[in-house]
């Protein structure tokens, strides 16, 4: 069962990097299509940043949600509460980082990427294994952040707040520019 869930894990981590570096460009590649729009970068900001983490783990969770079947009952809870740790990893990270350097490096954005891919799935392995959070409302609870930070990723790219984590250094603007 371990290795199974090892498997799963490291497949997720991978999938979820490769998809969202593709998603990095989609927007672009697409000449603007607003359905990019809603689950790719549409510019530079970090909130934009975020949702590339997110969606490829949100779709890889429905996949492994039905692939897994029951053997971990705990999992939407864990999903959920890794996907706000990796979510948050990125703007803590990257402001962290260009704090203590005072600019930005296209490595350094790309290392904090990455980084908050894999803490994400090793939270959730190592909160699967443990076996916590399997009561029903903890699923449900679970399941509803997942909806709601999918809802709130798409909703922010069309109607961003005028907060620093939704401007775009290049531009200035906010959302799609």
């Not at 869930?5 to 460009?25: M, N, P, Q």
């Not at 607003?34 to 549409?42: E, I, P, Q, T, Y």
């Not at 996949?63 to 948050?88: E, I, K």
């Not at 449900?140 to 990723?153: K, S, Y």
């Amino acid at each position: 069962m371990r290795r199974r869930l090892f498997f799963w894990e490291a497949a997720g981590a991978v999938f979820t990097a490769a998809a969202g570096t593709a998603l990095h460009f989609l927007y672009d590649w697409s000449g603007g299509a607003s359905l990019a729009a809603a689950f790719s970068a549409v510019n530079e900001s970090t909130w934009e940043h975020m949702k590339l983490l997110f969606f490829p783990l949100f779709l890889f969770t429905a996949v492994q949600a039905v692939c897994m079947g029951r053997g971990y009952p705990n999992f939407l809870a864990v999903r959920g509460l890794s996907a706000l740790v990796g979510t948050a990893l990125i703007p803590v990270l990257f402001y962290t980082y260009t704090g203590v350097l005072g600019y930005h490096t296209l490595w350094g954005d790309i290392g904090v990427f990455l980084a908050a891919v894999l803490g994400t799935f090793l939270l959730d392995g190592r909160l699967l294994r443990r076996g916590r959070f399997r009561q029903p409302w903890q699923q449900a609870a679970g399941l509803l952040v997942l909806w709601a930070l999918a809802i709130l990723f798409v909703w922010c790219t069309f109607h961003p707040p005028r907060l620093a984590l939704w401007r775009d250094p290049v531009t200035g603007g906010f959302g799609i520019v």
